[in-house]
Structures are given as C-alpha cells and as structure tokens.
Nanobody
Framework: QVQLVESGGGLVQAGGSLRLSCVAS????????MAWFRQAPGKEREFVSS????????DYADSVKGRFTTSRDSAKSTVYLQMNSLKRDDTAVYYC?????????????????????WGQGTQVTVSS
C-alpha cells in the first residue's frame, strides 16, 4: 500500500534550520507531484510548498519564500524540505502529500483536497 513517511522534525531555536524528508513507497513517485503542508494547533492545514513531477516547477507560500527550499530525489523516492531562518510562527505539524491526479500540464495545486495520499506528519517546534 501507499506510504509517505516524514522525518526530520524536532525542536529548534528561532533562526535555526531543519531538513525534513518524506520517503514514498507503493506509488509511482516519478509521476507524482509532491507537496508540504503544515497545521498549527487550532488552525487549518495550510500549503507550504510543492514540487512538480520532474522538479521543474516549485511553488512556495509567501510566508516561507526565501527561507524554505523543496527538492526531490526520484532515485530515492524522497522529497525534502530545507527550512532555514525558522520563526516561531513556523511551529506546526508538517505533512507531505502526493498528487497523482492533476494533469501534468496543470500547475501543481495548493488545495488540500487535490492530494491523494498523506504522511503521518512530523512536529516542528521553534522556540524563541
């Protein structure tokens, strides 16, 4: 069955860095657009970043642009989220997700409902 497994979360001071990883199995990774979302306590799940099937199209939420970098390694079926200059507002559970339905010629979506598979999430806590 399909599994997305995130890792790399933890506790970090403001201004620090973390690198999240998401390993996919049971799905055609090379034909899946991938994305990162996050959810803080009491808030809705929000889009963070996405990367197209071939890695040529990467999208970021304005709140993380310039600080976060998304990449993928198809040989390892893994997508990464490098997070630098972390702020307290970045504290959340981070989820990776896979989209296998959006046509390849369309922009990778930002809406939660477009994604077919989700990981269990990894906690990121940024302290002041």
């Amino acid at each position: 069955q399909v599994q997305l497994v995130e890792s790399g979360g933890g506790l970090v001071q403001a201004g620090g860095s973390l690198r999240l990883s998401c390993v996919a199995s049971g799905l055609p990774f090379s034909t899946s657009a991938m994305a990162w979302f996050r959810q803080a306590p009491g808030k809705e799940r929000e889009f963070v970043s996405s990367i197209s099937r071939n890695g040529g199209q990467i999208d970021y939420a304005d709140s993380v642009k310039g600080r976060f970098t998304t990449s993928r390694d198809s040989a390892k079926s893994t997508v990464y989220l490098q997070m630098n200059s972390l702020k307290r507002d970045d504290t959340a559970v981070y989820y990776c997700a896979s989209d296998i339905r959006t046509p390849i010629w369309s922009q990778v979506p930002r809406r939660v409902s477009a994604y077919d598979y989700w990981g269990q999430g990894t906690q990121v806590t940024v302290s002041s």
